[in-house]
């Protein structure tokens, strides 16, 4: 059987190579960090053994601050090694954890990776984020008694009928996790189905709640409003855009600012994806609004000339300055259909927050938020436009 994992695994690598390669020349991605990739990890104190955690990306990576620092409370003589599998969530790894514990990319699941891999990174136990249970690593994990935990347990509704189709060739797979906590009992359900030992799942809550920031003002966003120059205009905030989403929010905005209720409402536009952040910038300017890559304010240190009416987030580990700056926040890859983001950051704050229909990834939070009044729903254009003016007209929307 692991040879044919391999074989696939192997397969799907021809296949993928011509994306790599588009881009990684068109957009940057993936020059770094094939070492880690390929096994060749190097830790801190490799003789002791550690606790590693596994995190795919951003979302991923912030949900493991509580996790981390209670681990660190309660093992503090252990290492603890992080792991990420996007250049996005190991740039968001290092900026939490880089001076402290060793920080790494994902090696791949090859078995002659893999069992390398294991061996240097030198684990007592090994969690995994929402999901990420790979074969070969449960396998290897097995074999040397490591146990394989899954934090935060998560199986989307778009993936567990994909996961239900193979169940024949994962079941030992997941039969393999010591240990599952999941976030709903519907996911506990969900992990059951697919193998996992009933009596190894419990339902603990989502670490994502833990882990929201409830402040407001913090340093990081008092600086940001000095290098903007805030003052006393308010600030909607298009946090975590999918394409598409950005050219939608500039029609709204310039629709906005024709009242002169609204005159004072500035926008900043924070893409999900760095790769996007040139398009974003081009869409601005054809939209004709004056505006500001806060990535060069942020490199100098210094602040704009003027009040820019727009300003681009074109940094990564910022969106959480900006979102305690927002009058409102618009949640995006929501308005079509690519799942959301986390919208539980901004709500946590007491911003008036509004998505689009398209959050499957966000069901269960979706569904406590709109039951309790703390977010709205919006299907087009039309509605953001007059959710977003509500939510500038009255305080207790």
């Not at 296949?15 to 068109?26: G, K, M, N």
């Not at 995994?128 to 690593?137: C, D, F, G, H, K």
């Not at 505006?291 to 000339?305: H, I, M, N, P, Q």
């Amino acid at each position: 059987m692991r040879y044919a994992v391999d074989f696939f695994y192997l397969f799907g690598i021809l296949a993928y190579s011509p994306v790599i390669l588009y881009r990684r020349l068109a957009h940057g991605r993936y020059k770094g960090g094939w070492g880690q990739r390929l096994g060749r990890i190097q830790r801190r104190r490799p003789d002791q053994r550690c606790i590693w955690i596994h995190a795919v990306s951003v979302g991923e990576v912030n949900a493991t601050r509580t996790l981390v620092e209670a681990l660190g409370r309660r093992f503090g003589q252990t290492p603890i090694a992080v792991s990420a599998t996007t250049d996005t969530g190991l740039a968001r790894a290092k900026a939490l954890y880089g001076q402290t514990h060793d920080v790494f990319y994902f090696p791949f699941d090859l078995s002659c990776v893999m069992r390398g891999a294991i061996e240097r990174i030198n684990p007592a136990v090994i969690c995994l984020m929402e999901l990420e249970v790979w074969p070969n690593l449960a396998r290897f994990a097995e074999d040397k008694g490591i146990p394989l935990v899954v934090i935060n347990g998560r199986i989307s509704d778009g993936s567990f009928p994909k996961y239900l189709r193979m169940r024949r060739f994962i079941r030992r797979m997941f039969g393999r996790v010591r240990l599952v906590l999941a976030q709903t009992p519907e996911y506990a359900e969900r992990f059951i189905a697919l193998g996992c030992p009933a009596e190894r799942v419990h339902v603990t809550g989502s670490l994502k709640y833990d882990t929201a920031q409830t402040q407001g003002k913090t340093p990081a966003s008092a600086r940001l409003a000095e290098q903007i120059r805030l003052g006393d205009d308010r600030l909607w905030v298009l946090g975590g855009t999918g394409p598409g989403e950005e050219a939608i929010g500039l029609e709204v905005f310039r629709r906005l600012r024709e009242q002169a209720a609204f005159a004072d409402v500035r926008l900043a536009i924070v893409p999900r994806k760095p790769e996007r952040f040139d398009e974003a910038a081009a869409l601005i300017e054809r939209a004709g609004f004056d505006y500001v890559r806060y990535s060069t304010l942020k490199e100098k240190d210094g602040c704009a000339e003027g009040r820019p009416t727009v300003i681009l987030g074109d940094t990564m580990g910022d969106l959480r300055a900006f979102y305690a700056l927002a009058s409102v926040v618009f949640v995006g890859r929501s308005l079509a259909p690519m799942g959301g983001s986390d919208m539980m950051e901004s709500a946590a704050m007491g911003k008036c927050t509004v998505f689009g229909p398209h959050t499957f990834n966000f069901r269960q939070t979706v569904e406590a938020l709109l039951a309790g009044g703390g977010a709205v729903e919006v299907k087009d254009a039309d509605e953001l436009l007059q959710a977003v003016r509500k939510c500038l007209s009255d305080a207790a929307y």
